[in-house]
DNA sequence: GACCAGGCACATC
DNA sequence: GATGTGCATGGT
């Protein structure tokens, strides 16, 4: 099983090259987003982060000083903007609160320490927490999504059932604990979902049509 | 106009 | 522990 998830990654490497994830200038920006991208576009999320930068809205500390219904408008376009509002509200507390408003402090705990951490926020939950832990922090935790299920469920390498924690560990224990990697094979996963592994599945010109039996 | 998007919390059985 | 539901805009 080794080596079919090294196979995975050539296959992805070669159809697709360095994705060079995640899209944002600071760690910071990475944290957002993750909260911003909760089962939405990533344009949309990528459009707001770009009007807070301009409203120089983007750090910690300004956000902080925005009401929740401003922000929330603000939040629009990467819907359930309410809700989302609320989140980055309570992950901005929760970085006040404990690390000074730094995300560099934050860096400073173990994986261990932090995850739990992270998933005590409201609306934080396992991908959201894993995003800002690998992507954000660069702590060695393998990232699972929406695609990631998808891929391995079609290739039958997973269990239908498979809970998030178990997929994670099904890559950790297999893959060497490597934060470029981690971040490069997930971000390969999601380019791979994003343009061929519709949830209904059917296109002959995805890279890895006809591997371990066609899917069509 | 349907379907989809880089989830999560909460209620209920 | 599993399943169902609300949250919501914008792209294809």
């Not at 059932?161 to 997930?186: D, G, I, N, T, W």
Request: aromatic share 12%.
């Amino acid at each position: 099983m080794d080596e079919i998830l090294e196979e995975l990654y050539q296959k992805l490497w070669e159809a697709f090259g360095p994705q060079g994830w995640w899209p944002g200038e600071t760690p910071f920006e990475v944290a957002l987003g993750a909260i911003l991208t909760q089962n939405a576009n990533w344009n949309n999320v990528a459009r707001v982060i770009k009007l807070l930068k301009e409203k120089e809205l983007l750090s910690p500390r300004s956000l902080r000083g925005l009401p929740e219904a401003e922000l929330a408008q603000i939040l629009r376009p990467v819907g359930y903007y309410n809700l989302k509002a609320r989140r980055v509200k309570n992950f901005l507390d929760f970085l006040h609160a404990n690390y000074q408003d730094s995300m560099a402090r934050l860096a400073q705990g173990d994986l261990e320490e932090l995850r739990p951490r992270l998933l005590m926020v409201r609306g934080v939950g396992p991908e959201t927490a894993d995003s800002i832990l690998l992507y954000a922090l660069n702590k060695p935790t393998f990232v699972v999504d929406a695609y990631t299920f998808r891929i391995l469920r079609r290739h039958d390498l997973v269990e239908e059932a498979c809970s998030y924690e178990e997929l994670k560990e099904f890559f950790m224990s297999r893959r060497p604990a490597s934060v470029p990697q981690y971040k490069e094979y997930h971000a390969l996963l999601v380019r791979l979902g994003k343009d061929f592994c519709r949830p209904r599945p059917g296109c002959t010109t995805c890279p890895l049509n006809g591997w371990r039996g066609p899917y069509l």
